[in-house]
């Protein structure tokens, strides 16, 4: 064979190699638009256990499936308090009361800015009484993330503010309270009311002594962060913003 034929079947030999390459190879597009499917949503499901040692009593609120990644911090809550349990139960194995942990979660707003879930416990491992609890979740469903008490109020001025109004509030109605209004330290969490129009009507904080005090949203908008001042009642309609009369807030 010449030179030239075998430099042709080399050639050759190549460019079949190549078109066998490209035929097996998937399509750009198929690489592209392959994503994993979403993982099917499995609603947390209440507990109850009891056995001699514990009771165990856990309920979640319906509604859930709307927004996935709450429902999975609810059940890690859940699995912390639960974990608490377990610990108490190592030190004392066998209590002469059964130890019991409820928590019950609630959904206490439901508006397109926010939505609220409160986890109301009561954990008792030993002694006259269990030690009551509350968590609030505020979720953001347009940015599928929680909202911490301190985003909302950055400012430490401000929460002194608050505490100042509440423990004056707590003064005008001392006569109905069982301890005095000195006596009561304001918790940094909050459960937001909203009006008809999808707007903050006032945020009620809870006191150590279980007590709830509402502070209006129009005393408050000064007191948030920027971001925040139009979430509540009274406050200006932003440039772009639909009126709450036509459109959901």
């Not at 209440?46 to 499936?65: C, K, N």
């Not at 999975?72 to 030190?91: C, F, I, P, Y």
């Not at 909302?152 to 929460?159: E, L, Q, R, S």
Request: net charge negative; charged share 20%.
């Amino acid at each position: 064979m010449s030179r030239l034929s075998v430099a042709a079947f080399v050639c050759l030999a190549v460019v079949l190699l190549a078109s066998c390459d490209r035929a097996h190879a998937p399509p750009k597009d198929a690489i592209a638009t392959t994503t994993p499917a979403p993982e099917p949503f499995v609603a947390p499901q209440d507990v109850f256990e009891r056995d001699a040692h514990a009771i165990v009593g856990i309920s979640y609120p319906p509604g859930l499936e709307r927004y996935p990644a709450l429902a999975k911090l609810l059940v890690a809550h859940a699995q912390a308090r639960r974990a608490a349990l377990a610990a108490a139960l190592e030190t004392t194995p066998r209590p002469t009361v059964p130890f019991e942990l409820t928590l019950r979660f609630s959904t206490v707003a439901d508006a397109a800015r926010m939505f609220v879930v409160t986890a109301d416990e009561e954990l008792y491992t030993g002694g006259a009484a269990s030690r009551p609890d509350r968590t609030v979740f505020l979720w953001l469903p347009a940015e599928n993330r929680l909202l911490s008490p301190d985003e909302m109020i950055p400012n430490p001025a401000a929460w002194a503010r608050l505490h100042d109004d509440i423990r004056q509030l707590q003064r005008n109605e001392s006569a109905s309270l069982a301890a005095p209004a000195a006596g009561r330290a304001m918790q940094r969490v909050f459960v937001p009311r909203f009006n008809s129009s999808g707007r903050i009507a006032g945020l009620r904080f809870r006191t150590d002594a279980g007590d709830e005090v509402e502070v209006a949203g129009s005393e408050l908008r000064s007191l948030v962060a920027p971001a925040y001042a139009s979430w509540f009642e009274d406050a200006p309609i932003a440039a772009g913003e639909t009126s709450a009369a036509t459109a959901k807030l």
